[in-house]
Nanobody, 123 residues
């Protein structure tokens, strides 16, 4: 499974961005997908995850109500819509994939990772 994330950029506080992650795999709908982020000097942290069918989602408390994860299995793509962005959302954002059927938020639970896309939120 190869993942490629894109859509990052520089945005002002309160603005919005939509990240995309394209997967090169024949059975994309089998994979639970997740988004993580890593700020400078900090550990990689969980942001959001959703099931293979896109029905069930789970978010970190820090982004709940502002971010929305979704997917289009026909396009092998997962998205992260980020609204009401804050400077503390500044980080490299990574998409990841796992075959786990459970809600998993740990980095070690995901087997495949994209290269990351940079999001910078200015105050």
């Amino acid at each position: 499974v190869q993942l490629q994330a894109f859509g990052g950029g520089l945005v002002q506080s309160g603005g919005s961005l939509r990240l995309s992650c394209a997967a090169s795999v024949l059975t994309f709908s089998r994979y639970r997908m997740g988004w993580f982020r890593q700020a400078p000097g900090k550990e990689r942290e969980f942001v959001a995850t959703l099931t293979g069918n896109g029905i069930s989602t789970y978010y970190a408390d820090s982004v709940k109500g502002r971010f929305t994860i979704s997917r289009d299995n026909a396009k092998n793509t997962v998205y992260l819509q980020m609204n009401s962005l804050k400077p503390e959302d500044t980080a490299v954002y990574y998409c990841a994939a796992t075959l786990s059927n459970f809600i998993v938020t740990a980095v070690r639970e995901y087997d495949y990772w994209g290269q990351g896309t940079v999001v910078t939120v200015s105050s």
